[in-house]
């Protein structure tokens, strides 16, 4: 399952499982014939040789998160990989400032949305994690937790994840369930590449969404889950490791290395 993939790194993710013939069940907001709602994703999973289903949820309401693993518990019985991914971009965009000058609102939608909501899939899918066979939980988060990126909230919403991702691996060691922190490098989602318009950035280095969820659908099977789990993964430590390119044969590099390169992670 891949909360929050009718676009952006989530859709490149449940992509990358389609690929591996996976069963994906897809949430977000948006639905219909857009190519950016849930229902073009699951048809691109389709297309990739696996199974898309796509659930309309929006998990910034609980009740929506209950109907929607009650339903895969009815259908499936068993999650083997939770993608916790989703997240509210506030309207307009933060880009850094004062925190008193941004609507407090922004509080809810980058810690709550980015944190609250994860823990919640978590608690959901838990027994059924533990019937599955993957049993893995990866939580899609960024180098915003190590240090300032964009604005309080963002940093406190992937601070938080990651602590969480830790503390998850604690209390779920017997289990064998395992959980990992991801931290992509810059990826040319559809909103980066449309925002790009003024700044005309290169994006040619950018890692693409489906080089990320390759890297997840990679690790994914790796035999050494337990002793991978509470920590943080680097998708072009991924990438290496286990030799994923993006759909154009290359290997981009990633947020540590453009930073160490050009002085410039964004």
Known sequence: MVTGSSRGIGRGIAHALGEQGATVYITGRTVGSSDKSIDATAEMVNQAGGKGIAVQTDHTDDDQIETLFDRIRSEAGHIDVLVNNAFKIPTPPVWGGGFWEHPWQIWDDQVGTGARCHYLACWHAAHMLFAGTGKLIVNVSSPGGLGYHFSTTYGVGKTALDRMTADMAVELKETGVSTMALYPGSVATEFIVESNAERQRDLSTFQTPLFVGRAVA???TASDLQER??????????????????????????????????????
């Open 218 to 220: 990679a690790v994914a």
């Open 229 to 266: 789990s509470g920590k943080v993964a680097w998708v072009e430590d991924l990438a290496e490791e286990f030799g994923i390119v993006d759909e154009n044969g290359n290997r981009p590099p990633g947020y540590a290395r453009r930073a160490a390169l050009t002085g410039d992670p964004s």
